[in-house]
């Protein structure tokens, strides 16, 4: 049987992985659009999380396999459409994840000053299509819109020591902006309380123990929930009372004359109304919120307009509300309402041999390891699916053979993995004279001068 999995993301690459691991004979093939693979742990994974990158060893075995090959610089949906794939495999995985963001949808979400966090992570961490962003850091006081682990991430790069980030693969350019940053207050907003944050603990006490940044909890935000907190989950509970206790402690009286520390802290229980304009209209100058309370408790809890309102100054802000899956081609389903493909265990409703994992498939939550899971479901799928015969294997298919030829017609090269090896030497080899792990290259032309494409 001839698989095509379409993303080469950590979805794409779990879902192979199982399926080449519990089919002998199965034969597998990755498309990516970019010329580079591994998706999110290349762009999304903080570059000071090194460790969290380790995967890409993992995946580059699965790749390496003789029943494995990788194409990219193919656009599914542009290049090859989805029904063309269908014809040339037995199956069909679309793993391509969620390349968008949700909108806040309030006023003045469009001036300058205001961004996605996916575009500021994609910015900071090499994403070719955010290398054009160049954030004005040029403000004190920043506002991040959201209570994940990706807000943390955003508020750690833009309060870390510069000495850190230089030993880290964060982007050159990115870099340089941020030594030039005038921020050193981040706040953190979320609709909901303590209780409701989606951020872990491994991430809240890395930003606590972040050097010269000082975390500002107040105190009241936390009054009462000793009690309920008494039967929640036990990393729920960790969590609270690791918020609790950094409330609690009395700031450390700095030295005299030593410089003002940067800072960092949560508020919640607002919700942005409006962003609101610079005297002459062009950019962001502060925030309007919603002051909430919470209808219902733990994580179904609803946050209710109290009907006050309140100001905060800001000259940036990022909205990290979470990221949204795009339609990829007309013949396959996708519920807009839900960003996801409607399907059932990785089954695509009504589309016999074609299957989806991971954020397009379930929306787009969780970290790497709920991926893996999540991905071993689908590959279970197909494997269910050709041992029962649902899959009819017995007409023979061309896969890559008359994939090929339709690239070819349109004027489309793909990129191999050992292609792939050429670029992460270059970078690796670049990182070396700057003293990091690599310098990511982030221009795609570049990437295909480099391998003679």
């Not at 699965?62 to 194409?71: D, F, L, N």
């Not at 955003?154 to 870390?160: K, M, P, V, W």
Request: charge should be neutral; proline fraction near 7%.
């Amino acid at each position: 049987p001839r698989v095509c999995v379409v993303g080469s993301g950590p979805a794409g690459f779990y879902t192979a992985q199982h399926i080449l691991k519990h089919h002998g004979g199965a034969l597998v093939d990755i498309y990516e659009k970019l010329p580079v693979p591994f998706g999110l742990v290349r762009f999304g994974v903080a570059p000071d999380h090194p460790e969290v990158k380790n995967v890409i060893n993992t995946f580059t075995q699965t790749a390496q396999s003789e029943r494995c090959a990788y194409y990219g610089n193919v656009t599914v949906g542009r290049d090859v459409t989805v029904p063309e794939l269908q014809r040339a495999y037995h199956a069909v995985v679309l793993s391509y994840g969620a390349e968008d963001n949700r909108v806040l949808g309030i006023p003045g979400e469009n001036l300058a000053g205001v961004y996605s966090a996916r575009a500021f992570v994609g910015w900071y961490n090499g994403l070719p299509e955010n290398q054009g962003l160049k954030p004005d850091l040029s403000c004190e006081t920043a506002l991040i819109l959201g209570h994940g682990n990706v807000a943390l991430d955003i508020a750690r790069i833009l309060l870390s020591p510069l000495q850190l980030l230089r030993k880290t693969d964060i982007t050159d350019s990115s870099l340089a902006a941020l030594a030039c940053s005038k921020v050193k207050r981040v706040w953190l907003v979320g609709r909901r309380g303590p209780l409701q944050v989606a951020f872990t603990i491994k991430e809240l006490r890395e930003m606590i123990n972040l050097p010269g940044a000082r975390a500002v909890l107040d105190p009241a935000d936390f009054t009462g929930l000793e009690s309920a907190i008494k039967d929640a989950p036990r990393p729920r509970k960790r969590l609270t009372e690791l918020m609790m206790k950094t409330a609690l402690e009395k700031p450390v009286e700095a030295a005299a004359g030593a410089a003002a520390p940067r800072e960092w802290g949560l508020k919640f229980q607002r919700s942005p109304q409006a962003v609101l304009p610079s005297a002459d209209g062009s950019r962001a100058r502060g925030i309007r919120m919603a002051l909430t309370h919470l209808q219902g408790s733990g994580d179904s809890a609803k946050a209710i307009p109290t009907g006050d309102v309140e100001e905060l100054e800001c000259g940036l802000v990022l909205s990290s509300i979470g990221y949204r899956s795009l339609p990829l081609d007309p013949a396959v389903p996708f519920d807009s309402q839900r960003g996801v493909i409607p399907n059932s265990s990785g089954r695509v409703e009504g589309v016999p041999g074609l299957y989806c994992s991971g954020w397009v498939k379930r929306g787009p939550t969780g970290v790497i390891i709920t991926t893996m899971n999540d991905s071993f479901d689908t590959a279970q799928s197909v494997l269910e699916d050709l041992q029962g015969g649902v899959l009819d294997v017995s007409p023979s298919r061309e896969g890559f053979g008359l994939v090929e030829s339709i690239l070819r017609s349109r004027g489309v090269r793909p990129v191999s993995f050992s292609d792939w090896q050429k670029i992460d030497a270059a970078e690796v080899a670049r990182g070396k004279a700057a003293g990091k792990p690599r310098e990511k290259i982030v221009d795609p032309a570049e990437m295909l001068q480099i391998i003679g494409h």
